[in-house]
Structures are given as C-alpha cells and as structure tokens.
C-alpha cells in the first residue's frame, strides 16, 4: 500500500506529529488491524525525520493500543480500537443519500475548523498545508482519485486549529469522512469542470487561512461542501448505478435495521 505521508515541520514535538499522521490512518482504515507498518527505514524517509523520532512516535502509539510489535516480523496495528464504532440507523441507508449527509457533517465540522485554523495556525501549519494541496493537485494532474491527499489535507487543517477534542471527533469519524470522500472525488473525476471548481475552492481555503482571516475561512469550507452537495446531486445518474453505488457500500454497510 502506497500511503502519502507528509513531512513534519521542525520546532514542533516531531514524534508527536508523526505518532498522529499514523494514528490518523489507523482510524480512517487506510492501516487496518493486522496490517504491517512500513519499515522504520521507510517511516525515516518519507516523515524526514530521524529513527529516535519515529520510535518515539511507535512508542506512543503502542501505549495507546494501536500497535504492537511481533518478534522477527515487525510493527502491526492491532485488533484494539480506540473508538466504539458508529451505529447508524439503517433507514439512512440509501447510498447517495448518506453520502449527502455525511457532506453536511463535514460541511458542520471543517466551516469551523477552517475559521480556528485561520485564527491560530502557524507559520508551520500554513507551510504543511500548503504541501498537502499541492500533493493533491498533483495526484490529480497523475490520474489518482486524490482519496488519500484530499483527507491529508483536511487533515492539515484540523491540525492547525490545535483543539485535540476536535481531532479526536475527527478521528472518531474518519471512516465514514473518507467513504464519502472517496465517493465524491470519484463522481469529480468524471468532468474538468467540477475538478476545476475543486482546486479553485481548495486554494481559496487556504488563501484564507494564510491570511488570517476567520470569516473567509469559514465561508470557503461551507462553499466548498455545499458545492459537493451540488456536484453530488448533479452527477450523471450512471454513477450511482456503478460506481457511485459501490463506493458507497461502506457508509452503509453492517447497519442494523429496525
């Protein structure tokens, strides 16, 4: 598995940012239980950081019951999860129909997110921020759905608003976050226009941010999911009867009908 990490900023407590980017992908299930962590070699590499950083961030993330260590074979995740999983009722279980309310949680969510980020980010966040747009853009310029670079980004964000209860509410809903947001990066893949429209509404989320102002933020996360919603709702309706439909399985799955 090719998982894009981003490099830590120096200043910062590094093992602490790299223990949260993993633990970030052990909640959004981009490392499942009983998956094989890269090498330490490998972390080393792609975090930019050295071997005393990434075994503290191991450490920390072996305490929290995230990871363990098997003699002679190397680190895996565990089968302990940090959260209890989500119980949705399955009269929502309509695909393209939880996919648009899972939309407007997030549309909830990064409007203030983005405001926070705008009034306390740092030089540091803005920077690592700005790395993680362009690893989107350019997975998209590659062919790449942008799944991964488009939740690091998000990602980056969140971080930079520094409320650790908002990252864990994040955390907590990571797996239905990415499910929608793999659909609704399919579904733009399809049209230039809607990409465009993606990119254009990104970079203004982090114009913003940059800049300092709240307001702006605010509005361009809630412009941005709203235009989702848009493009969502918009799509051909051959998507949801192949793609669309398939993709959104995993919101939906394993719900517990009435």
Known sequence: MTTPFLP???????????????????HSGQFKPGDK??????LVEQFQVSRTVVREAMSRLKSLGLLESRQGSGVYVTSNTAFAPLNFDARFAESKVAVLHMVEVRR??????AGLAATRRSNA???R???????LEQAALSGKNGVDEDVLF???IAEAAQNPFLISTLDYLAQFLRGATRVTRANEAHRHDFMDAVRAEHQAIVQAIQAGDALAARAAAARHMD????????????????????????????????
């Open 125 to 127: 966040d803005v920077a």
């Open 37 to 42: 962590l890269p090498t330490e070699a490998k």
């Open 154 to 156: 998000h990602r980056a």
């Open 8 to 26: 830590v900023s120096a200043g910062e407590r590094l093992s602490v940012k790299v223990a949260d980017q993993l633990a970030a992908l052990i």
């Open 108 to 113: 909830a969510l990064e409007a203030e997110v």
């Open 227 to 258: 235009n989702a919603v848009t493009r969502i709702e918009n799509a051909d309706p051959s998507f949801w009867q192949a793609e669309g439909m398939e993709l959104a399985h995993p919101l939906v799955s394993g719900l517990n009908p009435h």
């Open 129 to 135: 921020i700005q790395a993680a747009v362009q690893c």
